[in-house]
């Protein structure tokens, strides 16, 4: 439970039954207000609980996306890599031969 001071001032109005009379002036008066918060507080708890459940989720999502992509390249482009392979080897054999 949370104590909270709460100062209240009430608004001037003129006094009923006294017409043509000033607003009357009033003393500030100092309430204390005891409030429970902890309803709101484990509300808010899990509110952030799941926040963070969803963060996490859209963050595999975004790694098995990623994930994907690449499996994609490796599988897809298997024999174009096997062919640049084959073309970086002859360029160094020519490198080689030129270097003779």
Same mark, same amino acid.
């Given at each position: 439970?949370?104590?909270e $001071? $709460?100062k209240? +001032?009430p608004? *001037?109005?003129?006094?009923?039954g006294?017409?043509?009379?000033q607003f *009357?002036r009033?003393?500030?008066? +100092?309430?204390?207000l005891i409030?429970? +918060? +902890?309803e709101f507080k484990d509300?808010l708890?899990?509110?952030?609980?799941q926040?963070?459940?969803?963060i996490d989720?859209?963050?595999?999502l975004?790694?098995?996306r990623?994930?994907?992509? $690449?499996?994609?390249?490796?599988i897809?482009n298997?024999?174009?890599?096997?062919k640049i392979?084959? *073309?970086?080897?002859?360029?160094?054999?020519e490198c080689?031969?030129k270097l003779?």
């Amino acid at each position: 439970m949370n104590n909270e $001071v $709460v100062k209240v +001032t009430p608004a *001037k109005f003129p006094c009923p039954g006294a017409p043509g009379k000033q607003f *009357k002036r009033t003393n500030t008066m +100092t309430v204390k207000l005891i409030l429970d +918060t +902890t309803e709101f507080k484990d509300k808010l708890n899990r509110i952030e609980k799941q926040v963070d459940r969803i963060i996490d989720k859209i963050t595999f999502l975004k790694f098995e996306r990623d994930l994907d992509k $690449v499996k994609n390249v490796v599988i897809n482009n298997d024999s174009s890599n096997a062919k640049i392979a084959d *073309k970086i080897l002859k360029k160094l054999e020519e490198c080689r031969e030129k270097l003779k």
